[in-house]
């Protein structure tokens, strides 16, 4: 699904006005920001290797997943290189009443999902290219293990198996397994970031 769009060309808010000063407050008035106590957003971009920018060109994808969040991005591409390097996300996610640990995770699944589906088709289009590599190894003197994998392939060569092993659960075990409560697996991601954040709000 597609950012929805209004249809109007967008309006670049810059950090300087026509006199020359700096419009930081200008643009803070201009899209309705104030001060916020929670800033997960900002806490992250510290440990994020490529830091905003990064974090919000997925933020761009994450809007394919959750078409709600795209004022928040469509706010932060109106404004210009210097004011995206000052103005804080965690604001205007406050202003458009979003939870910036919400936000986080969803641009963090739209990481994930971009990830993993862009590295099976790096590897589907590379596939060929690394067998036809492996078949010319396997012709020379050397290529002793691209002929095995080549063989093991086809089925010319068993394949080993692993070690198994059987394990035998008593009745008392299963009935303690059966009375304990369901298992919901790990935390989630978004649950995760609400600790990181009362923990890091707790030594402020």
């Known amino acids: 699904m597609a950012t929805r769009r209004t249809g109007r060309p967008k309006a670049e808010i810059a950090d300087h006005d026509s006199r020359g000063g700096s419009s930081n407050v200008l643009a803070r008035r201009k899209l309705g920001l104030k001060p916020t106590g929670a800033r997960p957003i900002a806490f992250l971009m510290q440990q994020l ?78 596939f060929p290219a690394v067998i036809g590599k492996s078949v010319k190894e396997a012709m020379t003197s050397k290529g002793f293990k691209d002929r095995e994998l080549l063989a093991k392939h086809h089925g010319f060569v068993p394949t080993p198996h692993g070690t198994s092993i059987s394990v035998q659960a008593s009745a008392g075990a299963r009935a303690d397994a059966s009375s304990a409560p369901e298992s919901k697996g790990l935390p989630s991601f978004e649950r995760s970031m609400r600790e990181v954040d009362d923990i890091v709000r707790e030594r402020e």
């Open 49 to 126: 290797k490529g830091g905003k920018a990064q974090f919000m060109e997925f933020a761009h994808l994450a809007v394919h997943i959750e078409p709600e969040l795209a004022p928040i991005v469509e706010d932060f591409d109106k404004l210009n290189s210097g004011l995206k390097a000052s103005v804080s996300i965690d604001e205007i996610c406050a202003v458009r009443g979003v939870d910036p640990l919400h936000f986080i995770a969803v641009v963090g699944e739209a990481a994930l999902k971009f990830g993993n589906n862009g590295a099976i088709l790096i590897a589907a289009l590379h």
